[in-house]
């Protein structure tokens, strides 16, 4: 996990993070790499092309609100080499038909209000802004429209195997 932040960008750091910092403390790894599959759902992709494959290219993560329990703060953040790859919207596919399944019906997204790829990439989801707090702005997503819109969409190609996956 440490690798691949360290292989992003400043600039993709700074929109993930809202830091530059080039190495994450220690905290912040240790909260990533806590998934428990119920308060903390994680999905990540490898670089096959390595031998062994060992550098995550990309990661998502629902944070479950422990007061409400059927909302979860999602991030994504994929390494700028496989950046317009359709990783992202691969992931986010996963992690939502995962929420899904834990019972969460909704995210929590915060974005830099600067950031247009994620702001862009939430409202195709169909993520509906809830108010702007200085640098950021906060959207809700709801899981069955952001999925239906995905599965609409049909691309990456690979989409469709993520769906076929999860409905058994």
Request: hydrophobic residues 40%.
């Amino acid at each position: 996990m440490r690798a691949g932040i360290e292989r992003m960008s400043p600039h993709s750091r700074y929109l993930r993070f809202f830091s530059g910092m080039r190495t994450p403390p220690d905290w912040v790894i240790d909260r990533l790499l806590d998934a428990d599959g119920v308060m903390h759902l994680a999905w990540g992709a490898l670089d096959l092309s390595e031998d062994p494959p060992r550098s995550a290219i990309g990661a998502v993560h629902a944070f479950r609100d422990e007061e409400d329990p059927e909302c979860a703060e999602f991030s994504v953040a994929i390494i700028d080499d496989f950046h317009g790859l359709g990783l992202g919207k691969l992931l986010t596919a996963t992690i939502l038909l995962d929420a899904r399944e834990e019972g969460i019906t909704r995210f929590h997204v915060e974005t830099l209000s600067e950031n247009r790829s994620a702001t862009q990439f939430t409202r195709m989801l169909g993520g509906v802004g809830s108010g702007t707090v200085d640098a950021s702005r906060g959207w809700v997503l709801e899981i069955d429209e952001a999925l239906e819109r995905l599965r609409q969409q049909a691309d990456p190609p690979g989409i469709a195997h993520v769906f076929a996956a999860f409905d058994g």
